[in-house]
């Protein structure tokens, strides 16, 4: 049995998905702050807060889980700036209490999401797992921090782990009703949609300076049902006993903000109003993984790589629900 800590969010659920796919038994802790209900139906749901002991407690010994997959993190950037502490108590305080109440209850495997802000200016690309790590935001500084206590978790306590460091998540699983739903939304694929839509105003393109083909940032999108993917064979690894890792997760391919409006508008078959303005700060030019490692390691590979496909799943779900979850 599996505890899928945030299994409400747009990846947490994508893996509730593929959890119930497998007939793997799981259970779901979210507090449903950023997270929707609709989004986990079909799985099993306990409403609370990893920050809160007795909850976690209570939970681990209700149903010893033999494994733990933890999504109940803050993910903005820019938010993370400026509300540190938010990204502290949360993402790093948070992962700490369900950690102690795993070690009490003796659950000794652990899938955690961790991200490409982890690498912060890459000093080449593809970034492989053997890149510097150097966070520029506090955000990233969390996720450091958790994949450093897991190291010394697993030595200390024999609490083996997979950090999966996610690239740009995107995309949606095709006929299952899920799909990305932030608020606010920040990313660019959901932001572009929506703007083709008339749902948000148009979009603004950040920067067109970088030392890029077309001047526009790139980033490896990775479709969230790949990513879902990883999880299930994460977890395959760590009951076979395999040792903690950290592995890197993109979908191989770079694609610049203005080659992803162009795939919306192949996809949509209409216009994305946008304009172009200045660089967001802490964005780097180039972001793109090498996912080898997980791929020699694990036998993972990405089955949606064509930006069109990424787009067109995402398109199907924002278009059917363009108020996401409350449509
Ligand atoms: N972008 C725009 N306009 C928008 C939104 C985004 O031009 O309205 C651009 C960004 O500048 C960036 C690209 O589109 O170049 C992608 O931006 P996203 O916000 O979709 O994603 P990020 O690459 O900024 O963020 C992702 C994850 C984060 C993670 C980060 C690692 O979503 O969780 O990669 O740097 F921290």
């Given at each position: 049995m599996v505890l899928v800590v945030g299994g409400a969010g747009y990846v947490g659920s994508h893996v509730c998905h593929a959890l119930r796919a497998a007939s793997e038994p799981h259970l779901v802790l979210d507090?449903?702050?950023?997270?929707?209900?609709q989004a986990v139906e079909g799985s099993p749901l306990v409403v609370g807060d990893i920050r809160d002991p007795n909850t976690v407690k209570r939970v681990l010994a209700e149903h010893m889980p033999d494994t733990v997959m933890h999504f109940a993190a803050c993910i903005e950037v820019g938010e993370s700036v400026r509300d540190p502490a938010k990204y502290y108590w949360n993402n790093l305080y948070g992962v700490l209490v369900l950690l102690e109440a795993m070690r009490e209850a003796s659950v000794e495997r652990f899938v955690f999401s961790s991200t490409?802000?982890?690498?912060?200016?890459?000093?080449?690309?593809?970034?492989?797992?053997n890149h510097p790590t150097c966070p520029t935001s506090p955000y990233g500084d969390t996720k450091l921090a958790v994949e450093r206590m897991l190291r010394a978790f697993d030595v200390a306590y024999g609490i083996r782990s997979v950090a999966l460091r996610y690239f740009n998540a995107s995309g949606a699983q095709p006929g299952a009703n899920i799909g990305e739903d932030h608020d606010p939304e920040t990313h660019l694929i959901p932001r572009a949609i929506l703007a083709a839509l008339g749902r948000v105003p148009p979009l603004v393109?950040?920067?067109?300076?970088?030392?890029?083909p077309d001047g526009t940032c790139v980033r490896d999108y990775v479709h969230v049902s790949d990513l879902a993917r990883a999880h299930l064979l994460a977890l395959a690894h760590l009951r076979a006993d395999g040792p903690s890792r950290a592995f890197n997760l993109g979908g191989g391919e770079g694609r610049s903000v203005r080659e992803v409006i162009e795939s919306v508008e192949r996809v949509s078959?209409?216009?994305?109003p946008h304009s172009f303005g200045d660089r967001r700060p802490g964005d780097p030019a180039r972001l793109v993984a090498s996912s080898k490692l997980i791929q020699s390691e694990l036998g993972w590979r990405p089955r949606f790589v064509d930006i069109d496909e990424i787009v067109s799943h995402a398109w199907v779900w924002h278009s059917a629900h363009p108020e996401g979850y409350r449509s």
């Open positions: 507090n449903l702050e950023k997270g929707h209900r490409a802000a982890v690498f912060g200016e890459p000093h080449y690309v593809p970034i492989d797992e393109v950040f920067g067109t300076d970088y030392d890029t078959g209409r216009k994305v």
